[in-house]
C-alpha cells in the first residue's frame, strides 16, 4: 500500500521508535512497526530495543531498521547522551516516538527536542487503568488496546497508521520452514496436533498453579494424537517442566537450553494452539497467528493487553468483582488465596484447547 505524500504532512524521512522492556509490551509494537512501515514507504522507520528483543522482529519490512542496544553500555545521564548521539548519527532521524515513556525514554526525547526534532510518546491511559484495578467502586470497562496507543503515537507525529500486518510469516497462514526448528522436532507428522503450554509469567498474579497446570498436561497427553512443547525458561521454571517432560508421553520442554526466537517462533507457528498466561508467549504466539487459550488471573484483558487478533471465546477468566486488582500481576492477593487463578478448573482450560484440534 503506497500513502499520498500529503498523508505525510510534515514530510518526514526518518523515524525513531523506542521501547526497551518488558517483553510482551515489544512484543506487541510489531504489528504497528510493520503497519506503518507498509504505509509509508518512503520513511525510514528505526525500531529501538533492548538487544536480547531485537530478533523478534522477523521478515522486517525493507524501510525497518531493528537496533538492539546493551543498556549496559548507557547508563546515567551520560550514556544516554553518547547513545542519542551515536543514533542521531546512525540514522539521522527527523521524529521521535517514545512508545515506553519511562526515565531513560523521557531523557531521549528530551535530548531530540532540544535538538529541534519532532517527538510524540505514547498515552499509557493510567488514570484508566488506577479505576479498573481499584479495590472498590471499579470502573469495569474496556481500554483501548496497547496497540491502539502506539497508533496514536505515530498518529501524533503525523503519521496515521491502517493495519496491515498479516503475521511474521506473512498472510494465508504462512508458516516458517520446519528447517528453523530442526534441532528440537522434526515436522508435524500426519495427523498429529501440537500444542505449546506457556505455563509461566513474570509475576504470581498471572500465573496457573502449577499443579492445576500440570492436570492440563496429563489430559491432553493423554491422546496419542498430540504433540506437547512446553515454554519458558527461568532457573525456578526447567526443573518442573522437564519433570512434566519425563512423566507424560509425547511432551518436549522447550526450556532445557535458549533456543532463541529463531527456533521458538517457527515452531510456535506450526501449533494447533497455544495455552498461555497473560504473558509474552500470548503476544509472540499471537505474532505467527497462532490461536492462544489465554488464561488470567489478577489481570484483565480490559487492561488492553489481549493477543493481537485473538478470539474473546480463548480467554478463561473467573467473573469475580475484585478482579482485576493489578495491571501487571505484581500486588498481593488482598484475599490470600488467589482464588481467581485456583477457581479455574484444569478440564475447561483443557476443553478450550482441544476446540481448535478437531
Request: hydrophobic share 40%; charged share 20%; aromatic share 8%.
Amino acid at each position: 500500500m503506497t500513502t499520498p505524500e500529503h498523508n505525510n504532512p510534515r514530510h518526514l524521512r526518518s523515524v525513531l521508535a523506542v521501547r526497551f522492556s518488558a517483553l510482551g509490551d515489544v512484543a506487541m509494537t510489531v504489528p504497528v512497526l510493520y503497519s506503518v512501515c507498509a504505509c509509508y514507504p518512503g520513511v525510514r522507520f528505526t525500531m529501538v530495543t533492548r538487544k536480547a528483543m531485537a530478533s523478534i522482529f522477523i521478515n522486517p519490512p525493507q524501510n525497518l531498521t531493528v537496533v538492539g542496544v546493551d543498556l549496559d553500555e548507557y547508563k546515567g545521564a551520560g550514556g544516554l547522551l553518547r547513545l542519542f548521539r551515536r543514533l542521531r548519527r546512525e540514522h539521522s532521524f527527523d521524529a521521535m516516538v517514545d512508545l515506553h515513556d519511562v526515565l531513560r525514554t523521557r531523557v531521549l526525547r528530551l535530548l531530540a527536542r532540544l535538538h529541534g526534532i519532532t517527538t510524540a510518546v505514547i498515552n499509557k491511559g493510567r488514570k484508566g487503568k488506577r479505576a479498573l484495578t481499584r479495590r472498590t467502586d471499579k470502573e469495569l470497562l474496556p481500554l483501548i488496546s496497547s496497540r491502539a496507543r502506539y497508533r496514536q503515537a505515530f498518529h501524533a507525529i503525523g503519521l496515521p497508521v491502517e493495519n496491515t500486518f498479516e503475521g511474521l510469516y506473512g498472510a494465508g497462514g504462512c508458516l516458517a520452514p520446519a528447517e528453523a526448528f530442526a534441532s528440537v522436532t522434526p515436522d508435524k507428522a500426519p495427523g498429529e496436533k501440537w500444542i505449546g503450554i506457556a505455563p509461566f509469567a513474570q509475576h504470581k498474579g498471572k500465573i496457573y498453579p502449577p499443579e492445576l497446570m500440570e492436570e492440563v498436561v496429563k489430559e491432553l497427553a493423554a491422546d496419542p494424537a498430540h504433540r506437547i512443547f512446553l515454554f519458558g525458561g527461568g532457573a525456578a521454571e526447567q526443573p518442573v517442566l522437564a519433570g512434566w517432560a519425563r512423566k507424560y508421553p509425547r511432551v518436549t520442554s522447550l526450556a532445557d537450553k535458549r533456543h532463541g526466537f529463531a527456533v521458538e517462533l517457527p515452531l510456535m507457528s506450526r501449533l494447533d494452539v497455544m495455552i498461555s498466561m497473560d504473558s509474552a508467549n500470548m503476544h509472540l504466539a499471537s505474532l505467527v497467528a497462532t490461536p492462544v487459550v489465554s488464561v488470567w488471573g489478577a489481570t484483565h484483558p480490559y487492561c488492553g493487553f489481549k493477543g493481537w487478533r485473538q478470539s474473546e471465546a480463548d480467554i478463561v477468566q473467573l467473573p469475580m468483582t475484585c478482579r482485576p486488582c493489578s495491571v501487571f500481576g505484581n500486588k498481593p492477593c488482598f484475599r490470600g488465596d488467589w482464588q481467581c487463578l485456583r477457581g479455574i478448573p484444569p478440564q475447561l482450560i483443557a476443553d478450550r484447547a482441544r476446540a481448535h484440534l478437531r
